[in-house]
């Protein structure tokens, strides 16, 4: 983020503001003086908003051309690889959708649902990376992995387990119903009636009934398939061999949370001495090149629902695409953890 010089700076021109008006920030005493400092902030922020949106937006614009000039070829590489990845599910659509629906192909559906999710989250992703946020390019891609994990799992145990997961929906509108119905008038909306309240709660029971109690857990769609009466997260990894991403999760995990490690730990700053509150052209490796692998994962789950020689082709040639990808970043980083340390041993 841009340093905003002294002159526009909101605080100092409304500190100045209460000086000129004789107004004490620290005793506010009654409801004009209140009133009178609330139109002072109101004056200073409109004093200062276009000059202060001027030098932010020329200062992004700047860091975006040194980011490129940097990042500017695995970053394009991405972009070309999220199209691809794009353009197959769009194949598949045209090609397979009436069909699978025809068929009633569930496992299809959701397989085909969770590849457009993917693609939507890398492109995501993409301009996170694009705009310099790491952190942030690394949380989304946590989400990512989590569809590809979620999608790897589902197709490895087939029809069963993909209408367990289609049908999970509606627990889980059974778990935010509750959640609304309790603060709904607090957050100044309507509850829903108790007719449908009835309704998802007498569908959340035959499910139930018809699954076992433990349908209605986290990742309860997934029991029957892991042949466990509890699941996590990590069970569902570990069944389709994603064990050793836990590392990289994990850390994708911190700027997620608000947990220590996530304010004290940044991929976007050198140290943790350092704070970060904006952009910074460190940190893209790990985020670019989980995001390819991942996703190239993801387009193997879609190509093998209708394994074929031209499926076969094109999942040969994605790997090539990945491999340069995660070469790319890795040389990039290097490079400047080498910058990095000839600046500290001159400093």
Not at 75 to 102: P, Q
Request: some cysteine; overall charge negative.
């Amino acid at each position: 983020m841009a340093v905003i010089p002294p002159s526009i700076q909101f605080l100092p021109i409304l500190w100045e503001q209460f000086k000129k008006q004789g107004i004490d920030p620290d005793n506010l005493s009654n409801e004009e003086t209140i009133e009178r400092a609330v139109q002072a902030g109101v004056t200073a922020i409109e004093s200062i908003k276009e000059p202060v949106l001027g030098c932010v937006q020329a200062d992004t614009w700047g860091f975006r051309e040194r980011l490129f000039a940097r990042w500017g070829e695995p970053l394009c590489d991405l972009e070309f690889f999220i199209a691809l990845s794009v353009e197959i599910g769009l194949e598949w659509h045209e090609i397979y959708r009436l069909r699978a629906a025809k068929d009633n192909d569930i496992l299809f559906d959701v397989i085909h649902r969770l590849h457009a999710r993917g693609c939507a989250i890398s492109q995501e992703i993409l301009l996170l990376l694009t705009g310099g946020f790491s952190d942030g390019a690394l949380a989304r891609w946590r989400s990512l992995h989590e569809v590809l994990v979620t999608a790897r799992f589902i197709f490895k145990h087939g029809r069963e387990t993909a209408e367990r997961y289609y049908l999970y929906q509606y627990i889980e509108s059974s778990k935010a119903l509750q959640k609304y119905q309790e603060f709904a008038e607090l957050l100044g909306y309507t509850p829903f009636s108790l007719e449908e309240e009835n309704r998802i709660e007498t569908i959340q029971n035959d499910l139930v009934n018809q699954y076992g109690s433990g349908y209605k857990d986290q990742y309860g769609w997934s029991l029957f398939a892991l042949g466990k009466k509890g699941a996590k997260f990590s069970d569902i990894e570990n069944d389709v061999g994603f064990d050793y991403i836990r590392p990289y999760y994990k850390m994708a995990s911190n700027p997620v949370h608000g947990d220590p490690k996530g304010i004290y730990w940044s991929m976007g700053v050198e140290s943790d001495q350092s704070i970060s509150a904006g952009m910074s052209n460190l940190g893209l490796a790990d985020p670019g090149f989980l995001t390819a692998e991942s996703l190239g994962f993801l387009n193997e789950v879609l190509l093998d629902l209708r394994p074929n020689g031209k499926n076969q082709i094109l999942k040969s040639a994605q790997e090539k695409i990945i491999e340069d990808i995660s070469k790319k970043f890795m040389e990039i980083h290097h490079v400047i953890i080498e910058e990095e340390k000839q600046k500290n041993q001159e400093t």
